[in-house]
């Protein structure tokens, strides 16, 4: 089949792989390239990087609804446009193009998680399951017809990296039987109910910024969420800390803590208070600094037996 493809970020570049290996993807069309990093050196997206080693057409539009965009989009002539991970709204003009429409591969449980952060905010609300649904493109957000829909446990020690690790496959296996079905004229749309919809907004640095007089577990699902991106925040000695990895501990004779206040549990445990029981803090960074396991934060902030996070 003949694929237009609409991706950005590294999460598309499998799917993209996957359809360059199985399918003739015509083009790509993907965000402009930006300033990154503390150098702001201008940087191409992953999906245009994956494109280039692949030796595939390359769109990088600032207006989808300009008419030279167009023009070019039917000049490929393509069977369907597959969408990932985008980041843009598409207009009717180019999800009405191909003969088969456009179709996305979205990583939540539709009509759950409507919205730009499915994966993330499913951890952050400590769901135990999510989904990959592939839905046909509308111009309202996320309500297209389900074409194919499968479910996904998440574990509770499990990261958005993690996560993605698990759905991408899935939605791989899902896209590819529902383009046979198209092909054959076998699929079978199913309208979603808007009543049960639910919507997630994006990740901003005040999501990912840590509250300690939340309970531990949301705090725990908090940050398990923000990995690897944009990594759960806190204040430490006038100083930004990134704390990447918690559990809840399960050791039966825990210090009470003040929310935020640091005990340092000998050399290599360091437990931090929430209104509800504490967390353990496993793998943290100081800003300007690599990312290290707790033993050797310890040992290089010569923490006291008390401190606090703010």
């Known amino acids: 089949m003949n694929i237009g493809f609409f991706g950005t ?10 359809l360059c290996a199985n399918h003739n993807v015509l083009f790509v069309v993907t965000n402009c390239d930006k ?7 201008i940087c191409k997206p992953p999906v245009k990087l994956c494109a280039e080693s692949n030796n595939l057409d390359i769109l990088q539009p600032v207006n989808l609804k300009d008419d030279n965009l167009i023009s ?4 490929y002539n393509a069977d369907i446009f597959i969408v990932f991970a985008y980041g843009q709204l598409i207009p ?15 990583p939540s449980k539709l009509p759950m998680y409507r919205g730009a952060a499915p994966v993330e905010w499913a951890l952050i609300d400590g769901l135990d399951t999510t989904a990959v649904t592939i839905q046909k493109i509308t111009e309202k957000l996320d309500a297209g017809d389900i074409l194919a829909q499968k479910e996904v446990p998440i574990t509770p020690e499990m990261n958005a990296t993690d996560l993605y690790d698990r759905l991408i496959p899935v939605g791989i296996e899902l896209i590819d039987s529902v383009l046979q079905d198209l092909n054959n004229n076998t699929s079978h749309p ?5 009543s049960l919809a639910t919507y997630c907004t994006k990740i901003s640095r005040d999501t990912a910024h840590i509250d300690w007089n939340k309970p531990a577990e949301e705090i725990h699902n908090q940050v398990r969420a923000m990995n690897p991106r944009p990594g759960a925040w806190t204040q430490f000695r006038n100083s930004e800390l990134k704390i990447w990895q918690t559990r809840i501990p399960e050791d039966d004779d825990l210090p009470s803590l003040k929310p935020g206040e640091i005990f340092r549990l000998g050399k290599r445990r360091l437990l931090i208070g ?15 600094k690599k990312e290290v396991d707790v033993a050797a934060f310890i040992n290089g902030a010569r923490l006291e037996l008390l401190d606090s996070f703010t």
């Open 190 to 194: 199913v309208k979603q109910d808007d």
């Open 35 to 41: 300033p990154a990093g503390r150098n702001k050196k």
């Open 274 to 288: 929430c209104t509800e029981m504490t967390i353990e803090i496993l793998r943290l960074q100081l800003i300007g």
């Open 72 to 75: 070019i989009l039917q000049q």
């Open 92 to 106: 009717r003009s180019i999800f009405d193009m191909p003969r088969y429409g456009t179709i996305n591969l979205h």
């Open 9 to 18: 970020p590294s999460v598309a570049q499998n799917l993209l792989l996957h």
